[in-house]
């Protein structure tokens, strides 16, 4: 699940597929080169919208290969790692906002043997890494408030990736920088050369009306080469 610094790695969302035919979309990215599926975990608590448990996640462990990452926009996330890490997940991204033991939760996904990982929302400063950057596989900059696909890009942060990918490089350059939240052709060269190197895409990928193998080659082909050149010239 681990990317090279230089190569973008494309994460549909399946929160945009069409859940009555849930495999067959996600065959149909994985076919189309996705490298991982990004699962939106929501409670009607910590975000506005309910979507989906572990329940879907065992059944979507068997038909695809692609690792399955949760991100998990959850009150106390703590209560469900066990039962998303049981359901076959490969990696649990929990929110900085959301966990009041940070430290500990973070611990126990490590415990679990998943990958890593932490969000955080739009208004959270990257700061906050400063402490818990060594324990991370993965961070995730939210370019949109969590809770429903479709929103529009927040360009503000785009600075903050910057100082993530700083951060990342000096302090754990193993850690993958992720991106979530309104990344269609437009937004994703911007979010590549600020130093994202995993693209999270839900309605670009499922929502548009040339099909999602185009969808993808499109997201693709936007950020062609920019990824080696952003890297190069730091
Ligand atoms: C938002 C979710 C996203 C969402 C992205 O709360 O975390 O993963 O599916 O959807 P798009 O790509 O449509 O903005
Ligand atoms: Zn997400």
Known sequence: MRTSMNRVALAPSILSADFSRLAE???????AGAERIHVDVMD????????????????????????LEAHLMIAEPDRYLEAFADAGVDGLTVHV??????????ESI???RKRVGLALNPATPAALLDEV??????????????????????AST?????????????????????VDGGIHAETAPRVVEAG????????????????IRA???RLRAAVAGLAVRATGTR
């Not at 608590?45 to 448990?53: D, E, K, R, S, Y």
């Not at 785009?158 to 992720?178: G, M, Q, S, T």
């Not at 994202?196 to 099909?211: C, K, N, T, W, Y």
């Open 44 to 67: 009607g608590h910590f975000v506005p919208n309910i979507t989906i448990g572990p329940v879907v996640v065992r059944s979507l462990r068997r038909v695809t290969a692609l690792p």
């Open 158 to 178: 785009l600075p903050k990736i910057r100082r993530v990918r700083e951060l990342v490089d000096r302090v754990r350059p193993a850690c993958e920088l992720e």
């Open 110 to 112: 490590g415990k679990l």
């Open 215 to 217: 969808a993808m080659e």
């Open 25 to 31: 979309q996600v065959a149909e990215v994985e076919a």
């Open 97 to 106: 906002e959301g966990a009041v033991h940070l430290h500990r939760t973070l």
């Open 196 to 211: 994202a190197r995993v693209l999270v895409a839900g309605s670009a990928v499922f929502e548009d009306p040339a099909g």
């Open 133 to 154: 950057l060594p324990e991370l596989d993965l961070v995730l900059v939210m370019t949109v408030d969590p809770g429903f696909g479709g929103q529009d890009f927040i």
